[in-house]
């Protein structure tokens, strides 16, 4: 026989994994990443738009992470049509597989372990690149991730001020008034976001959309940015940046931030000062001093989905969590 664990969202929030070992798990990750003991090819994507009449788009991200001797796939995707169906934007699964035999050993809800790991990624960004005093945060998009982005980020950095931009304003009193209870940080709604960027120490801009809108001169010294999604940052902007680090190289030039500029043959990977991996190994300096404007551009890797939830996997078997599902 072999069994299979499902583990649904609502069980995966159950387990147990709290943010302070998600950044745990992601920083083993991206290590294992610079010491060559990661297998991470870059992520499949399916667009629907164009020949089908829905908007709808999913990734595949395949991943063997060594250090636990495990192995997966995460197949997430989203229509940002769903929230009027009643339907979360995002959906997907993650598969995980005993590496010695492909034996699936677990499938996971995708959805609140991808907010946990993509959080954890900004928080291992900001410990290895932001000014170690970096107090006054600057959030671009008020959604679901950005409330993890804050929880994420006070874990590493004395937060005291974080200030919260988005285009809906009711997104924006949502998320201060949900997150007043979490933060010990001064949250700040600011309807106007070059208002919100400057001065800020760090900016994390979590949106959807493919606006670009980031100017040149809102970024001042020793700013970070750690950009989650598509294109936003103005070409000036980009090479206003001293250091542009990515969490995989080949995947950023087809994806994410610096996805058009690739595209339009403006940026090379010689751009790419070095992925996150190589500087939480040691192998390169992350932030070298307090002036650096840096961009981190994490776009996600699948190893960081698989150990995350393998270790999701761990503690639902230790709580009895999730449902047994006969494979063979």
């Not at 995707?77 to 699936?104: C, E, H, R, W, Y």
């Not at 988005?166 to 976001?193: C, I």
């Not at 760090?202 to 010294?221: G, L, P, R, S, Y």
Request: net charge neutral.
């Amino acid at each position: 026989m072999v069994d299979v664990l499902y583990v649904s969202e609502k069980d995966a929030q159950s387990s147990g994994l709290d943010m302070r070992e998600a950044i745990e798990i992601a920083e083993n990750v991206f290590r294992a990443h610079g010491e060559g003991k990661a297998i991470v090819p870059a992520k499949i994507s399916l667009e629907l738009k164009g020949i089908s009449p829905w908007i709808t788009w999913g990734n595949a991200m395949p991943a063997y992470f060594e250090p636990w001797k495990i192995m997966g796939i995460k197949w997430i995707g989203a229509n940002s049509d769903n929230p009027k169906n009643q339907l979360p934007t995002l959906m997907g699964v993650i598969m995980l597989n005993d590496p010695q035999t492909f034996a699936p050993i677990a499938i996971l809800g995708a959805a609140w372990i991808t907010a946990m790991r993509t959080a954890a990624a900004t928080a291992v960004c900001a410990k290895y690149l932001a000014k170690k005093d970096s107090k006054t945060l600057c959030i671009i998009g008020a959604g679901f991730q950005g409330r993890h982005q804050l929880l994420s980020l006070q874990e590493v950095l004395p937060l005291t001020e974080v200030r919260v931009h988005d285009t809906n304003p009711q997104a924006v009193n949502q998320f201060v008034e949900q997150m007043r209870g979490m933060s010990k940080a001064k949250l700040n709604p600011e309807k106007d976001v070059a208002t919100a960027v400057k001065g800020a120490d760090i900016v994390v801009i979590a949106i959807t959309n493919e606006t670009i809108f980031f100017k040149q001169d809102w970024i001042e010294k020793g700013t970070l940015i750690c950009s989650l999604g598509e294109t936003v940052m103005e070409y000036q902007a980009l090479r206003t940046m001293d250091k542009i680090i990515v969490d995989h190289r080949q995947q950023t030039m087809h994806m994410g931030e610096l996805k058009k500029w690739f595209e339009k043959g403006l940026i090379s990977e010689r751009d790419v000062y070095a992925e996150l991996g190589e500087v939480v190994a040691g192998k390169k300096p992350g932030r070298e001093n307090d002036q650096e404007r840096i961009l981190a551009a994490p776009i996600g890797v699948a190893s960081l989905d698989v150990a995350t939830a393998f270790r999701v996997y761990i503690h639902a078997k230790q709580k009895g969590i999730g449902t047994v599902l006969s494979w063979i």
